[in-house]
C-alpha cells in the first residue's frame, strides 16, 4: 500500500489518476484501507454541463455520479494495490446502479467504496453515495487493468 497522507487532496490525487478537469472528479481522500476509500466530490455551481442538465433545475447527472464512484475504484487500486507501469484501471460493466435523491450544484458528495473481490487484472467494487449523511446512489461495478495503448 502506497504510504499517503491524509486527507490528500486533488493536487496529490492527479499524481494518481490520469483524469484532469474537467474529468476529475475526486476533490479529496478522507480515508483509506487496503479495500476501501472514501473521497470528496463538490459538485461545482459553475460546470458547464448543468447549464443543459436542466435549464433552470439543474442536477448532478447520474452518469457523473457513476464516474465519480470509478474514479474512487482507481484511485483505491492505485493506491493500494498499484499498478504496473502504462497501465489504468477502466470500467469492464456496471453491474447496478440506483439513484435514490438528486444531487444539486453546490452539494458535496461523500463516496464510500470497496472492493467486494479481486482476480487480477480484474476488480469487482460497491459503492454508496452519500450527501449530508443522506445515501443518493448505490453504483456495483467491475473494472480491470488496461493500457492506452490497447
Do not use: C, W
Not at 49 to 59: A, D, E, N, Q, S
Amino acid at each position: 500500500m502506497t504510504d499517503v497522507n491524509l486527507p490528500m487532496q486533488q493536487a496529490q490525487i492527479m499524481e494518481y489518476l490520469p483524469h484532469r478537469a474537467p474529468m476529475l472528479f475526486v476533490d479529496e481522500v478522507l480515508s483509506l484501507t487496503e479495500n476501501t476509500i472514501q473521497i470528496v466530490s463538490k459538485i461545482k455551481k459553475d460546470a458547464d454541463y448543468l447549464k443543459g442538465h436542466f435549464p433552470g433545475m439543474p442536477i448532478q447527472p447520474g452518469v457523473l455520479i457513476v464516474e465519480t464512484v470509478a474514479q474512487a475504484g482507481a484511485l483505491l487500486v492505485k493506491l493500494s494495490h498499484g499498478l504496473p507501469e502504462g497501465l489504468f484501471m477502466g470500467f469492464s460493466g456496471i453491474d447496478s446502479a440506483k439513484f435514490k435523491k438528486p444531487v444539486y450544484p453546490g452539494e458535496t458528495m461523500i463516496v464510500d467504496l470497496e472492493i467486494v473481490r479481486k482476480r487480477i487484472p480484474f476488480y469487482k467494487f460497491s459503492g454508496r453515495v452519500t450527501v449530508n449523511g443522506t445515501l443518493v446512489a448505490l453504483v456495483d461495478f467491475s473494472a480491470a487493468h488496461m493500457s492506452f495503448d490497447m
